[in-house]
């Protein structure tokens, strides 16, 4: 089972739609938990953390349910400008830490 | 602030050669950088973590004599790839960490190996 799991997509979706990226994690001790946004051929951009009494930046909503292992996020009202891959993160506790990615769910958004 | 940077954004080599890639914070002291490689269409694979002035700690399967990691100073990290073959070609992409959970990724580079 990998470690962190997301549906791969892809997502095509009218502008304006609401679409819902889902993820889980195996590893019961992950500590913090992060949504990235990756553009083709570049690096990936941190979009938001997440928490588990939910959090929300603009059109974006993000939450975690730790008893489930499951972290979600929300984007509506879907603009053009949202098509690019997502990617669930979750960081391990090392001593330090490191970060294990999900494979990302590609989104296109059509006019 | 907390730019990464990385050289260069590609390469093209022969197979055999080895290849330097070059991960700097340019405002910032990274006392952790980490070194990942995607594959297209595939996730970031986290290679080795990498703290100023010790050896990295390099994950599964991540053949340290392969890909030799120095950290030398708080602003620069190079990762190494030696006697690259056609299937080292990736995207390999840094990481820069002050210690607290968030990190900065540099823009990436991508090599490619005849």
């Known amino acids: 089972r990998k470690e962190v799991e997301q549906d791969p997509g892809p997502f095509n979706v009218p502008e304006g739609a609401t679409v819902a990226f889902n993820c889980t994690y195996s590893?019961?001790?992950?500590?913090?938990f992060f949504w990235y946004r990756q553009d083709c051929r570049k690096e990936p951009k941190l979009l938001m953390s997440v928490y588990s009494s939910g959090n929300e930046d603009g059109r974006f909503t993000a939450q975690l349910n730790r008893a489930s292992q499951y972290i979600s996020l929300l984007i509506r009202d879907s603009k053009l400008s949202d098509s690019a891959t997502y990617l669930c993160?979750?960081?391990?506790?090392?001593?330090?830490?490191?970060?294990?990615f999900g494979a990302g769910t590609r989104l296109f958004v059509k006019a | 602030g907390a730019v990464v940077s990385q050289h260069p954004s590609r390469v093209i080599c022969k197979s055999g050669t080895s290849v330097k890639i070059e991960c700097r914070s340019l405002?910032?002291?990274?006392?952790?950088m980490f070194w990942y490689r995607q594959f297209p269409k595939k996730s970031l694979m986290l290679m080795a973590t990498s703290n100023e002035g010790s050896k990295a700690t390099y994950e599964q399967g991540v053949e340290k004599d392969k890909f030799l990691i120095n950290h030398a100073s708080l602003t620069l990290s190079t990762l190494t790839v030696t006697s690259a073959h056609p299937e080292d070609s990736s995207f390999y992409i840094c990481?820069?960490?002050?210690?607290?959970?968030?990190?900065?990724f540099g823009p990436g580079t991508r090599l490619l190996v005849l």
């Open positions: 405002d910032f002291q990274a006392t952790t």
């Open positions: 993160a979750v960081n391990l506790n090392t001593g330090g830490f490191k970060t294990i």
């Open positions: 590893n019961s001790a992950s500590q913090s």
């Open positions: 990481s820069a960490s002050t210690g607290v959970e968030t990190q900065y």
